[in-house]
Structure formats: C-alpha cells, structure tokens
C-alpha cells in the first residue's frame, strides 16, 4: 500500500504498531505557529512533495500552481495563492491535522496517528508525511503568493 492510499484511508488504527514518537506541536488560533522540531522548510522538496502522487498526493484534491500537472483535484481549494491567504503556521496546522478546524474535513491529517481507521499493517503508528516533509510542503505552500 502506498502513502497515497495511506492518506486516503484516514480514521482509526487497529492492532499492534511499531509506534514513531512525533515533535510536540502546539496549536495557537488556527495556527501552529512554531516549525515542526525548529526544522527549516525546503521550498523545492515541497513542491516535489505536493505533486508527488504516492507520497502527499496533494493534486488529488487541490488544484496546484501548476496548470500543466494533469489529473488535478477539485475537492479542496486551490492552492494558488494559498500563501497570500494563510500565515505558514496556518498551513501547518491544516498539513498537520485540519480536523483540529473542522473535525467534518476530507483533508487527511498527515502528521497524526492515532484514532485512524483502515490503515494498512506497515502504515500504522507511522504519519503519512514526517516533520521534516510538513516543513516542506509548509515553504512550499506559503511560498505562493500569487493566483
């Protein structure tokens, strides 16, 4: 299974797991204003991250910066711009766990782990994306200024 199926089967983990302890994180408003483990977010890694379609899968979803990117989503909102509509702490929180917002989102939680369903065995105790990959994608995202 891959982390583009792990992501999509998101809601609660059964059975024994080989647990990763995640970075603390704390939430102010509607932001997590502080990067995850003070890790510096790689702008280019991001965007690989978002278009890639096993890994954050993002496209699947959103529509990306990048009109040329076939077979882009709809589901949520585009993320041209998404940098001159939220704050990067804003766009870590709904990486980190948009259900924090609106526990009704589709937007998968990539940095949680637990109360997960249909999750496959090797996938379980484990976030879809790691601090580093969120911080990423974070720089990425923020970095888009423009609709």
Do not use: W
């Not at 890790?39 to 993002?58: F, I, K, Q």
């Amino acid at each position: 299974m891959s982390r583009l199926a792990f992501a999509g089967a998101i809601l609660a983990s059964g059975g024994a797991s080989t647990a990763v302890a995640l970075e603390p994180y704390t939430i102010v408003g509607d932001a997590i204003p502080r990067s995850l483990g003070d890790l510096a977010g790689n702008a280019m890694r991001g965007s690989a991250l978002v278009r890639d379609r096993e890994r954050g899968n993002c496209l699947i979803c959103h529509q990306g910066a990048d009109a040329s990117e076939p077979f882009q989503g709809t589901i949520g909102p585009p993320l041209a711009g998404v940098g001159a509509r939220l704050d990067a702490g804003q766009i870590r929180l709904r990486l980190v766990d948009a259900s924090t917002l609106n526990p009704q989102t589709v937007m998968p939680p990539y940095f949680r782990t637990e109360n997960l369903q249909d999750v496959a065995p090797q996938y379980r105790g484990k976030p879809a994306l790691s601090a580093q990959e969120i911080e990423d994608v974070v720089s990425y995202l923020a970095s888009l200024k423009t609709f």
